[in-house]
């Protein structure tokens, strides 16, 4: 019913910044909130930010004050953009839709912060 696409991952360096995008498809009229989750090896798969029923964001303590989550809804579009990357960001990134009855992911982005 809701497809998710990330994009916008790569390699960058300390300080760097990236802006990753999830479009979303079919019935995102549907959707209650957006998230931004991620997962580094061998670690659970935590969330990074969020955007409520009324947009308000929020964020993980380790990121508070360097990313920003934004929706174009008319474009069906979650933004994540990142700055001051540091090397514990590395991460797949992954875009998630809340429904009614139903939860959706994308298929991840891999962000690597590197020397």
């Known amino acids: 019913q809701v497809q998710l696409v990330e994009s916008g991952g790569g390699l960058v360096q300390p300080g760097g910044s990236l802006r990753l995008s999830c479009v979303a498809s079919g019935r995102t009229q549907t959707i209650y909130t957006m998230s931004w989750y991620r997962q580094a090896p061998g670690q659970e798969r935590t969330l990074v930010a969020h955007l409520d029923i009324g947009d308000k964001p929020s964020y993980a303590d380790a990121v508070r004050g360097r990313f920003h989550i934004s929706r174009d809804k008319a474009k069906n579009i979650l933004y994540l953009q990142m700055y001051n990357l540091k090397p514990e960001d590395t991460a797949v990134y992954y875009c998630?839709?809340?429904?009614?009855?139903?939860?959706?992911w994308g298929q991840g982005t891999q962000v690597t912060v590197s020397s």
């Open positions: 998630h839709a809340a429904l009614t009855l139903q939860n959706y």
